[in-house]
């Protein structure tokens, strides 16, 4: 009979051409025959390479490499001496091993031997998973070649080893040197190597995206190669995709987006991942790191995933000092830590930006790097486990998925246990209504192969019935505000979760007019006035509208002002879109507690005049205005993609169907709301919804002279950068005319030479081409909090000022003001505005305020 090898890989054999050398002083009697001699070295190298242990054998005791411990790094010391001492593969026909020497000056394809990492990997065949292909690397640095639209090295083969011959992972780099904008056009075209197979095995080898990290080499310092840019930028070291990925004793180095591996199992033992906010991704099913050290930069570690399990981790902190704190999840992740050093003593540490109300986070013996224990701020979202709980994520239970699946080599230890509950999958939010129809949560245990039994508990004004692993939740609510209510769900083991449910009163009936609404015109504005009977509740909430239309019953309404966030826009500023035109009021009344009544209609008898309208002049923080009109269209939006080709837009489609004069116009998804991150969360305005979406408001009339705006902005990023990538921008035009594509303004934009740098340039356009006029500034690190940015056209003097509110923390210092100045050649007549945001969704902008301002008038 055989047994597998524990903690090795299977390869053929090696025929020895001299004596088989001591690899170990304390190696052993390996081949159980009473003495320890050099058989026992030629037995341990014989069964490391086949993977087979021969029943009466002993490897697993063996400490080949001497290092007082048994793993996997004595088969890589025995594959190491072996090649040392010039061992020869036998490439027969049950073979699938091929090395790798960068020495060599050509490949040699008839000793399956090749110089570099791709010829090996063109020739290497697709194993199986009783006999997987072996690649063998002997140390050395090996460069990739990707491009900019090609990854390094992809991996798409099954049941492939790749095997450092080293137990140092430093000793055996394989590395690119592409980032977004730099050598890649993007993000997932930047990774020295990405992989989509199953079965892949990664072992002593060091994965380098040195675009912005140098690579150093201690073995041979001549070998080590210098990064390609101090700008920082998206520069993937790895991603993969697939199943039983195993990756042990490895380093995945890069600095921005250093690692997502989508595999539906990964398993990392006593790797290293270093990298900077968001570094680490994994959306495909479970990530296991096992004793794994990760190194983080900056402020997030895991950018989003599914699952992942650190176990016996140490997470180290490198970033520069200051007070934002370090949050272990940026977006949203199941992650479990297990007997983890977090280093909570060396500044705030949090679960993440975004509290989410579930247990989204487990725990268990948490210290920081004094061995005291870790505190991570607000457990409100995450739960200790007890150790019953945490055993559940033993590694057999976790990887074992429906195949048996066994990298850690556990199973004899754990599967008498059975599979215990590791979590349980509910409902995040729910809300009911008192007097209405009941709200359902669904609890699904996870993994499904465990107990699913659960038991629901409440908090609350609601009562609940359960029905298997479901249960019903009913409000009662008797007061006049919503409430919060708690569902827990309980598995066998004691593992829970929990379901935020917003119980909202009764809802009466909608309220009544005491005074019927009528309009009236003021002072430039036009006004709808009213009263409600709001019964018990305290607010009206009433939903009103405005609308602009072509005569008095109605025809060619559209909508020009509305109500949000539960507050009627009681009053609509007159501009001179509206004169010659009717103006309708339509009113559904309404309050927090009722629901919400038939709408009324007030048409103002008289067409607007320009006495009616007092001032040319726009202000508007957007909280009325409508941000989706019905006349945006797919080929707007796809002709404005081809716009971030160039640094600045060179040609600009010649018009913008649907424009409606005198108001507001919006293409691509915008919204009203709160925006997120550090400084914008508590911001409200109009936010970037989609890449390439515009703001334009059109005069009705081509007869202004000088103009100027006031743009009160904050991006959601938090660094200064501004966008999501280098060479990422946004535009701010005064004296635009949507219909010929002319103006004039600012060019804001993330370098792509400095990092944490906003570049603002002066542009002019006409008809459609730009040119950019003067000099260009920059302001490092510090647009980031209410930024202000004001354009000035006198005559043929264009101003731009940028400020920011943002003040260091560490240092007490603000940012310093900018002014760019510059001459424009054309000088229109034309009065309009547009905001074009080029940057993708993860770098937001939140329009706050926005003011237009107009000189004397030419005739």
């Known amino acids: 009979m055989k047994k597998k090898l524990k903690m090795t890989f299977a390869v053929s054999l090696l025929v020895p051409t001299m004596a088989v050398p001591s690899f170990g002083a304390t190696l052993g009697d390996v081949n159980n025959d009473g003495q320890i001699t050099a058989d026992d070295s030629s037995a341990a190298l014989q069964i490391c390479l086949t993977g087979i242990v021969p029943e009466n054998c002993l490897f697993e005791m063996a400490d080949v490499n001497g290092d007082g411990i048994v793993d996997s790094r004595d088969s890589a010391h025995i594959l190491q001496k072996a090649l040392d001492n010039n061992y020869e593969f036998n490439n027969g026909e049950t073979s699938n091993i091929i090395t790798v020497n960068g020495s060599l000056s050509q490949d040699d394809p008839a000793n ?35 491009d900019e639209s090609k990854n390094g090295l992809s991996i798409t083969k099954d049941y492939l080893t790749f095997v450092g011959l080293s137990d140092d992972p430093n000793d055996v780099v394989i590395a690119d040197n592409r980032g977004n904008n730099q050598g890649a056009s993007g993000n997932y075209n930047s990774a020295t190597v990405v992989s989509n197979c199953t079965g892949l095995t990664l072992k002593n080898i060091s994965i380098y995206n040195y675009c912005n990290v140098d690579v150093p080499y201690a073995k ?67 990530q296991v790191l096992d004793g794994c050290t990760i190194n983080s930069l900056s402020n997030h570690v895991v950018g989003g995933g599914e699952k992942f399990l650190f176990k016996d981790c140490t997470f180290q902190l490198n970033k520069p000092e200051g007070t934002l704190p370090t949050y272990l999840c940026k977006g949203w992740a199941d992650i479990t830590l297990l007997n983890c050093q977090i280093p909570t003593d060396k500044g705030t540490y949090q ?45 057999w239970n976790v990887l074992r998925g429906d195949d048996d699946w066994d990298p850690a080599n556990c199973r004899t230890q754990y599967e008498n246990k059975g599979s215990e509950p590791m979590r349980i999958v509910t409902n995040d939010a729910i809300t009911v209504k008192t007097g209405e129809a009941s709200g359902t949560i669904t609890a699904s245990v996870y993994p499904a192969r465990a107990n699913q039994n659960v038991t629901f508990t409440a908090e609350g004004d609601v009562t609940i019935e359960q029905n298997g692993n479901k249960c019903t939740v009913t409000a009662n609510n008797h007061t006049l505000n919503p409430t919060t ?90 501009c001179e879109g509206d004169i010659g035109k009717y103006i309708k009021m339509v009113i559904a009344p309404d309050s927090e507690l009722s629901k919400v009544g038939d709408a009324v209609t007030v048409m103002y008898p008289n067409p607007i005049t320009a006495d009616d309208v007092t001032s040319a ?125 002319t103006g004039c303004g600012i060019h804001y934009m993330r370098s792509k030479s400095m990092t944490n740098t906003i570049e603002f340039q002066l542009m002019e356009y006409k008809d459609g081409v730009g040119t950019p006029i003067g000099d260009m500034q920059y302001i490092q690190a510090g647009f980031r909090d209410r930024c202000r940015i004001t354009l000035d ?45 080029q940057g993708s969704t993860g770098g937001r902008y939140v329009f706050e305020n926005v003011s237009l301002n107009y000189g004397a008038r030419t005739k």
């Open 351 to 395: 679960w993440t930006p975004s509290l989410p109300g579930q247990y989204t986070f487990q725990y268990r013996n948490l210290t920081d790097s004094t061995g005291a224990k870790a505190n991570i701020v607000d457990d409100s979202c995450a739960i200790e486990l007890t150790d019953e709980q945490a055993d559940a994520y033993n590694l």
């Open 485 to 574: 209510a708690i569902v827990t769900a309980t598995a066998s083991n004691g593992i829970k979760n929990k379901t935020v449910v917003t119980v909202e009163p009764k809802i009466e009936d909608a309220p009544t007019f005491t005074k019927e609404p009528t309009v009236n015109i003021s002072n430039g504005a036009i006004n709808v006035d009213y009263a409600l009977d709001l019964g018990v509740a305290s607010n009206d909430t009433s939903l009103i509208t405005w609308y602009r239309c072509d005569d008095a019953e109605g025809n060619g309404a559209i909508a020009i002002a509305d109500s949000k966030m539960d507050t009627p826009t009681k009053s609509y500023t007159l």
């Open 220 to 286: 041979d310092p001549s070998q080590a190669l210098t990064k390609r840019s101090d700008l920082e930028t998206q520069a993937f070291a790895y991603f993969g995709g697939g199943d039983k990925h195993f990756y042990d004793n490895c380093q995945f180095i890069s600095i921005l987006d250093t690692f997502e591996n989508d595999v539906k199992r990964g398993y990392y033992k006593n790797c290293y991942i270093q990298g900077t906010n968001d570094f680490i991704m994994g959306w495909g099913g479970i």
């Open 793 to 837: 056209l006198t005559g043929t003097t264009l101003t731009a000022n940028v400020s920011s509110q943002y003040v260091d923390a560490l240092t007490g210092e603000g940012v310093t003001p900018i002014t760019l100045t510059g001459t424009i050649t054309n000088v229109t007549n034309f009065g309009g505005f547009e905001i074009y945001h």
């Open 617 to 741: 002049n726009i202000d508007t923080n957007f909280q009325s205005v409508p941000t989706h009109p019905p006349f945006i269209t797919t080929d707007v939006l796809n002709s404005v993609l081809e716009d971030g080709v160039t640094p600045y837009r060179t040609l600009l489609e010649k018009s913008i169907p649907g424009t409606v004069k005198g108001k507001w116009n919006f293409i691509g998804d915008w919204y009203y709301n709160y925006g997120s991150g550090t400084y914008a969360s508590n911001v409200k305005g109009a936010i970037t919804g989609t890449r390439y979406c515009r703001a334009i408001y059109a005069q009705p009339t081509n007869n202004y002279g000088d103009m100027s705006a006031v743009v009160d902005l904050t991006p959601e990023k938090t660094a200064g950068q501004g966008f999501g990538s280098a060479g990422q921008y946004e535009e701010l035009l005064i004296k635009f005319d949507p219909d010929t594509q």
């Open 112 to 146: 399956n031997t090749y110089a570099t990492i791709e010829a090996a990997y063109e020739a290497a065949p697709a194993g199986t998973a009783e006999n997987p292909t072996v690649i063998s690397i002997m140390p050395g640095v090996y460069r990739l070649h990707g």
